[in-house]
């Protein structure tokens, strides 16, 4: 029997909806819609890479027509972190709904760079954390949380029919070398209103144990680098603030002056300083002065740990990079996690940089040196959020479904009362009884042709 389809551009007023439309049952591409009180409020924007035939990375991300109804009553944009699945494909579909995006200095630093030289310009609405703002219904609060880039946020969104927490990407860090460390009593069910349903990164559900601390891996980093003659060059990823600033400290310890390789990279530095970051213990040279330094007091951080064609990395590896050469004494340190699918491109890039003579340690081969630490929650963190903020209802996202699925156990073990595991395209009822409408709407995905500018159905 075909399920009645609920109007999606007017939610009742005592409904409480949750509509995913990327994010929900893979990693990548976040796009998230909470109904109320006949609007909606969109939380994330995000892209993701597929890799093309030609082995190019293509930029994909959530088809938003299928949701055209509930978009024509769309209420603002939030944007939680920095993070490309999550504000990547605002550039690509924001003409599509141009609404206030509400979000922090860092992160919206980095979108506001994203619109460099385009016609339409976002309208951004500023808020620092603990700041709250009534958007239509909805109630928004932003609380810190700890993860790989500043300013992440977790979300306290209130509205009469019930509360959300959308704990955005997360992980328990005590000491995270850039912002705030994990505040635990912030999440208590004893400091926060009742909460209807906790929205959930559970990304690492199947991985026991605790994630590792990025205080952690800032000592492995100076660990090697103060054993190391030659230059040393790391790659990791430049929205990684913490890393970079683990770095600069490193490199005032060790008595080297610190190159950044590649546009991200120098990117991203630009705008963590306008926020406020990397102002203390950051040597940085021009890379073109690298030339003048003796290796043992060169440090450079560079592009293209994923083994991108035409990074800073991949140049190197081919002896093609403008501004240096890599030499006998010199260490390349992968200071990352390979991201699925990216393994022969790494694999290929590790091998090009010994031809040149360089060492090579990448953190994926290397546990036990703490070269790089996850940024998303692992078992015991996840036991520790639901116990801390004891919801009504578990909604796992931000994970494949073996992931959500062990995310809802978890919940389950800690007497959660509902746990909701649905997918993209599903409509998730919040209020009266919890309920997943599944198939809601047919989710797929856009590509772009960097060749026509346009976006395609895939
Ligand atoms: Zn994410
Ligand atoms: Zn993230």
């Not at 890039?349 to 060492?359: T, V």
Request: aromatic share 6%; net charge neutral; with cysteine.
């Amino acid at each position: 029997m075909p399920i009645q389809a609920p109007d999606l551009a007017s939610p009742p007023g005592d409904a409480l909806w949750f509509l995913p439309l990327g994010g929900c049952g893979e990693i990548g591409m976040n796009l998230n819609l909470f109904g109320h009180d006949g609007v909606w409020l969109m939380v994330d924007c995000g892209i993701t890479f597929e890799k093309a035939a030609n082995g190019q990375n293509r930029v994909e991300m959530p088809d938003p027509g299928p949701a055209s109804a509930a978009l024509s009553r769309l209420e603002a944009i939030v944007a939680t972190h920095a993070h490309e699945d999550h504000i990547g494909a605002l550039p690509y579909l924001y003409s599509r709904f141009p609404k206030t995006i509400y979000t922090t200095p860092f992160t919206g630093g980095v979108i506001q760079e994203k619109f460099k030289g385009k016609a339409l310009r976002p309208n951004i609405n500023w808020v620092n954390s603990y700041g709250s703002r009534q958007i239509g219904p909805f109630r928004v609060t932003w609380l810190p949380i700890t993860h790989s880039t500043p300013e992440t946020h977790a979300l306290l969104i209130e509205t009469p029919a019930g509360n959300i927490l959308h704990t955005a990407d997360w992980k328990i860090d005590s000491t995270p070398v850039v912002g705030p460390a994990f505040q635990s009593q912030q999440f208590s069910s004893k400091t926060l209103p009742p909460i209807t349903a906790l929205v959930i990164d559970s990304t690492n559900a199947l991985k026991p144990g605790h994630s590792k601390s990025e205080q952690l891996i800032s000592e492995g980093l100076r660990r090697l680098i103060e054993q190391t003659q030659g230059r040393v060059i790391i790659g990791c990823f430049a929205s990684n603030i913490a890393r970079l600033q683990s770095i600069g400290s490193a490199a005032v310890k060790t008595d080297r002056h610190l190159a950044l390789a590649g546009r991200s990279m120098t990117r991203m530095t630009r705008i963590a300083k306008q926020a406020g970051y990397l102002k203390h213990e950051f040597p940085e040279i021009p890379l073109s002065d690298l030339g003048y330094l003796p290796n043992a007091n060169a440090l450079v951080i560079a592009t293209g740990s994923q083994g991108e064609q035409g990074a800073a990395l991949s140049r190197l590896a081919v002896d093609e990079h403008p501004d240096f050469a890599l030499s006998r004494d010199d260490l390349v340190i992968l200071s990352t996690k390979t991201i699925p699918g990216n393994e022969a491109a790494v694999t290929r890039m590790i091998k090009g940089l010994r031809a040149q003579g360089a060492q090579v340690i990448a953190a994926d081969d290397h546990d036990e040196l703490n070269l790089h630490a996850s940024g998303h929650p692992c078992q015991e963190e996840l036991d520790h959020i639901y116990n801390t903020v004891h919801p009504y209802i578990s909604v796992p996202v931000h994970g494949e479904p073996e992931h959500l699925s062990a995310s809802a156990a978890r919940a389950r073990q800690h007497q959660i009362p509902h746990q909701l595991v649905g997918k993209n395209g599903d409509l998730f009822v919040l209020s009266g009884h919890p309920s997943i409408k599944r198939g809601c709407l047919k989710a797929g995905r856009l590509k772009y042709d960097p060749n026509n500018k346009t976006l395609i159905q895939v």
